[in-house]
């Protein structure tokens, strides 16, 4: 029997012609349901997975035989055009397709029909970029993200860079030729395709999660770049709707979005501090946020409110939002601290700063994991340097930073000329020559050089007890510095008897007496 296909082809062709019109009527390439359709329907009519089991020429219907991962019967009722099939799947399944698809390559060419009915998609992507409205843009970037990633439910988490920068590149080819709306197309897209991506960034295992990080911050520092660009340009009138857009776009990104609050927060201040910058423009948004009822559960609104009192200089508002603060938010408080000293608004970082001093203490020893707390303690020192904290505040600062606040505290000691009491922190908490010199030892030795001397000689003393050469030339090494802070203190008679005392006391470690002479130590 399937060696007369060719003859019952041509005998019913016009009703095969009139069903693949329809099939290219009723189905869409832009539609990833059906574009996954027709290939499979087309993998299995080229495999020759379909075969006619019976025929009645009398009755005009065709039997047919799919083997599928389950075998299928369809039948095509001629006189009726009515196609069945047992699978019971909707109007056009992949049986009836790829029965359809076996007549018609007999009747014409079959990958001519494929590349036409996925010619649809590009033709109206087309359309999308040659009708410039936020909108077509918007529809744009959504069918291709449906073709690309919308069905993947179980995303592998490496493959994630790969597809996004493939989806780039299938809307980059639409990009328009005027250099004026160039940067903003890349810029709208890229944040377009972002919002729909950011559902699929949610890994089970932590080692996932650290390429998603990767991948937001590459993203961001892409983002970044296309806003700088956009914004040193001259915006013309006709960009308007396509910045109120980008403005609710970015508006649903932070407070309807999920995951990643920080990263969000990010992107959202970068569009808010470098390109949304209209009064109007932000006193919109600050109503919006006032008004909004629904937010996603990871969201601080009040820091977010906030950082919108600072920039239009409502600061009696500001100070009723930092009432608010909670300790296990003082990062998000901290990026705010960090807007406010790019803008160069020193009243605000004030405010932030002395809100943020009394929960320190819990924060750090509490809620922030150790291999975080040295980093955010000189982060926060250095804010704070740029502010005229008062000696009690500083107190407040150092007690908490404890063990992580040595090197920020150990400057503040030196700018006051309190040296006896950086000598004493650094007894207290013992460390090397390397870190004594970032922690502005030059500087004692400058002013107050004999506070040196018990230091050092307990830092070398510490090195002697450990009992080999290499420790003896590291307190030979100590002993040096504490010969030119005594010789910088006039105590010269002092020191040369303190050699002395060293040789007499160690006269048995003959190693060490060995360095000493190397050491060349009297004055």
């Known amino acids: 029997m399937n060696t007369n ?63 599928d991962a389950t075998p299928a019967t369809a039948t095509f009722y001629i006189n009726d055009d009515l196609f069945t ?28 029909w494929l590349e036409n009915f996925r010619s649809q998609k590009l033709n109206q992507l087309s359309l999308f970029k040659d009708e410039r409205t936020p909108e077509s843009w918007l529809k744009l970037v959504e069918n291709i993200y449906k073709v690309n990633l919308y ?34 197309y890349q810029l709208f897209t890229h944040m377009a395709l972002l919002s729909h991506t950011w559902k699929h960034l949610h890994p089970a295992n932590e080692s996932a999660r650290s390429y998603m990080i990767n991948f937001i911050e590459q993203e961001s520092q892409a983002l970044k770049d296309y806003i700088r660009l956009t914004a040193s340009k001259s915006r013309l009138f006709a960009t308007d709707p396509f910045y109120d857009t ?49 937010f996603s559960s990871d969201v601080n609104v009040e820091s977010i ?20 603060i909670k300790v296990d938010e003082l990062l998000v408080w901290l990026d705010l601290a960090h807007f406010a000293d790019r803008n160069e608004d020193s009243e605000a970082l004030q405010m932030i700063l002395r809100s943020m001093l009394p929960m320190l203490d819990e924060f ?34 150092f007690t908490a930073s404890g063990m992580y606040g040595m090197q920020p505290f150990s400057h503040y000691l030196i700018e ?37 001397l018990p230091l050092y000689h307990a830092l070398a003393l510490e090195e002697v007890s450990q009992k080999s050469r290499q420790h003896y030339k590291q307190a ?15 105590k010269n008679e002092y020191w040369n008897q303190y050699v002395e005392t060293l040789r007499q006391q160690y006269k048995r470690l003959r190693a060490l007496q060995e360095e000493i002479e190397k050491g060349n130590l009297k004055l």
């Open 5 to 67: 296909i060719s003859e019952i082809a041509k005998k019913y062709e016009d009703a095969i012609r009139n069903n693949m019109a329809a099939i290219e009527l009723e189905l869409n390439s832009s539609v990833p349901e059906d574009e996954e359709l027709v290939r499979r329907a087309a993998f299995l009519a080229r495999h020759n997975y379909v075969k006619i089991s019976s025929y009645s020429e009398v009755l005009n219907i065709l039997h047919f035989v799919v083997q």
């Open 85 to 112: 099939c047992d699978c019971r799947n909707k109007k056009w399944c992949r049986h009836k397709l790829a029965a359809m698809f076996v007549l018609y390559q007999y009747v014409d060419s079959l990958s001519g």
């Open 151 to 184: 069905n993947q439910q179980s995303l592998n988490p490496y493959l994630i860079e790969s597809i996004f920068a493939d989806m780039q590149s299938q809307i980059a080819k639409h990009t328009p030729l005027e250099r004026e709306w160039r940067s903003l």
């Open 246 to 294: 980008l403005q609710q776009m970015t508006h649903y990104f932070l407070v309807k979005q999920e995951g990643y609050f920080e990263e969000r927060l990010y992107i959202y201040t970068l569009f808010w501090e470098s390109m949304f910058n209209e009064k109007k423009r932000r006193e919109l948004e600050l109503d919006m946020l006032r008004a909004e009822k629904d």
């Open 305 to 324: 409110r906030a950082m919108f009192f600072l920039m239009l200089k409502k600061y009696d508002d500001l100070q009723q939002s930092l009432t608010q």
């Open 364 to 397: 750090i020893n509490n809620w922030l994991a150790t291999r975080y707390r040295s980093n955010f303690v000189n982060t926060f020192n250095r804010l704070c340097s740029k502010i005229n904290l008062t000696d009690e505040e500083a107190e407040v600062l």
């Open 416 to 452: 006051k000329e309190r040296y006896l009491e950086w000598a004493a922190l650094h007894h207290r908490f013992p460390s090397s020559l390397a870190y004594l010199e970032l922690c502005g030892v030059k500087d004692v030795l400058e002013y107050k050089p004999e506070v040196l």
């Open 476 to 490: 030979v090494r100590v002993w040096k510095k504490m010969k030119s802070a005594a010789k910088k203190s006039a």
